[in-house]
């Protein structure tokens, strides 16, 4: 078996099955096979107590861990009261913890938007919504005629 380890804060808004799901879709995506994802809470997300227990744990149980990340999320109240360590420091902090057990898997970063429990990863674009269209202008009318063009040639002519 193998595992994945994401740090998340402790805000009861985060859901770790609507987390859990976006990591396992970046996990299909980056080919990497975790058998658990196990979703850590500290506050403000940062590598604590739970995510050393947790890497201890795994490291007994001889159980590879194959991914990480460290999620903050945007309305985070560790983050307003100064108890939130940086996204890069935390994930430094991670690395270095998951060094020391001689465990080297990815370390990625993202933000969590609370109101819906989106996750955006810091190395991948947002996905946004764009338009598709068949080209600059005005819709093309049956006959392969702008069809504000022939109004105005027809009232001029």
């Known amino acids: 078996m193998a595992a994945a380890v ?8 985060l859901s770790h099955e609507l ?3 976006q990591v396992r879709q970046r ?5 990497i096979r975790a058998d658990r994802i196990f979703i850590l809470n500290d506050v403000g997300g940062n590598p604590g107590p739970n995510f050393l227990n947790t890497i ?32 890069p420091g935390a994930a430094d902090r991670m690395a270095a913890e998951l060094s020391r057990a ?3 898997p990815p370390v990625l970063t993202g933000h969590i938007r609370t109101q819906n429990n989106q996750l955006l990863w810091s190395d991948e674009p ?4 764009v ?11 049956s ?15």
């Not at 996990?27 to 080919?31: I, K, Q, V």
């Not at 149980?61 to 985070?76: G, K, N, S, W």
């Open 56 to 87: 201890q744990l795994l490291t007994r149980m001889r159980e590879p861990i194959v991914f990480c990340a460290v999620l903050h999320h945007d309305d985070c109240l560790a983050a307003q009261h100064g108890l939130r360590t940086d996204l």
């Open 126 to 129: 947002e996905w946004r919504y």
């Open 19 to 21: 987390i859990r799901v």
């Open 143 to 157: 006959s392969g005629q702008d069809p504000k063009t022939r109004a105005s040639k027809g009232a001029a002519g």
């Open 131 to 141: 338009p598709f269209t068949f080209g600059p202008g005005a819709p093309v009318s």
């Open 6 to 13: 994401v740090a998340i804060c402790v805000d009861p808004r």
């Open 27 to 31: 996990l299909d995506r980056s080919g």
């Open 102 to 104: 001689n465990a080297r």
